[in-house]
């Protein structure tokens, strides 16, 4: 299981915790820079509609791509402001705020994705970059790598 699918499922778990015990509607603005018809937004658009589903409607995602909420810079202020709960931004942004994931920008560091994947999911690794420098970008845990 990939990093970034963890962080995804935190973000909905952090959301939708409360608002299922207290049956509270809530709605999570998630930012994209890519046009419609990317394969990320098509996905996020799946993944709203399964929460919804999952929630009984007490959950609502709602998908802007083509950088309706802002270019890059702009979604990660949101992100940290809380004006923009979820978001997808290039890892090469998030070095400006924490450079020592530059590491994970590194050309042929790895060998494929899977060994990537395994990587990350280590101990060792994967800790430090969920404890240690993924709180710096984004406090909420929002913020999705890479």
């Known amino acids: 299981m990939g990093i970034s699918f963890l962080v995804f499922i935190f973000a909905v778990v952090a959301a939708t915790s409360g608002?299922?015990?207290?049956?509270k509607k809530y709605t999570i603005k998630l930012a994209s820079l890519m046009a419609?018809?990317?394969?990320?937004?098509?996905?996020?658009?799946?993944?709203a509609k399964k929460v919804k589903e999952y929630t009984n409607g007490r959950v609502e995602i709602q998908v802007f791509p083509s950088g309706q909420l802002g270019r890059t810079n702009e979604v990660v202020m949101?992100?940290?402001?809380?004006?923009?709960?979820?978001?997808?931004?290039?890892?090469?942004?998030?070095?400006?705020?924490?450079?020592?994931v530059k590491i994970f920008d590194l050309p042929y560091l790895s060998k494929n994705r899977e060994h990537m994947l395994k990587a990350l999911d280590s101990p060792p690794c994967g800790e430090e970059v969920s404890q240690r420098h993924l709180p710096q970008v984004c406090p909420d845990g929002a913020l999705l790598p890479g």
């Open 36 to 47: 419609p018809v990317h394969p990320h937004p098509r996905t996020f658009v799946f993944f």
């Open 78 to 100: 949101g992100l940290q402001m809380g004006n923009i709960q979820m978001g997808k931004v290039a890892l090469s942004f998030v070095t400006q705020f924490v450079p020592e």
């Open 19 to 23: 608002a299922i015990a207290a049956q």
